[in-house]
């Protein structure tokens, strides 16, 4: 049996291949999904002059709970009802990584892993009668 995967601050991928496999496999173990809320690519950062390695693709990314980040704000104009779905307070369990000092790594800079709600995946089966 495999070893749970583990996430600590510091953790560091070398590609973003390796941060995605561990990603899926981090879900898989905990029983949770994770999305990505905001990311920044290392084609977009003009600014920063020194050397990263480009199989890193993101120079930051976050990923958030599939239960959590950022408050849906409607851009109706209130001539239907409209209904909320998510009720109570958004997830507060997140993933934070950035690019190292040497531009060779992705590394972990926070997290929190400590849900509001029960994470409990559901298997799905088809029987064939």
Not at 21 to 49: D, G, L, P
Not at 95 to 107: A, E, K, M, Y
């Amino acid at each position: 049996m495999q070893s749970p995967p583990t996430l600590f601050i510091g953790k560091s991928f070398d590609s973003y291949a390796s941060l995605s496999f561990f990603v899926s496999q981090y879900e898989c173990y905990h029983r949770q999904k994770f999305w990505k809320r905001s990311s920044r690519k290392i084609t977009s950062t003009a600014n920063i002059k020194r050397p990263m390695k480009p199989d890193l693709v993101y120079y930051e990314i976050s990923y958030s709970c599939i239960l959590g980040g950022e408050n849906f704000k409607s851009r109706s104009k209130g001539l239907r009802k409209s209904i909320t779905f998510r009720l109570g307070s958004p997830c507060a369990a997140y993933i934070r990584l950035c690019v190292s000092p040497d531009g060779q790594t992705l590394d972990v800079k926070s997290f929190n892993d400590h849900h509001n709600h029960i994470c409990v995946q559901v298997r799905k089966t088809t029987d064939n009668l």
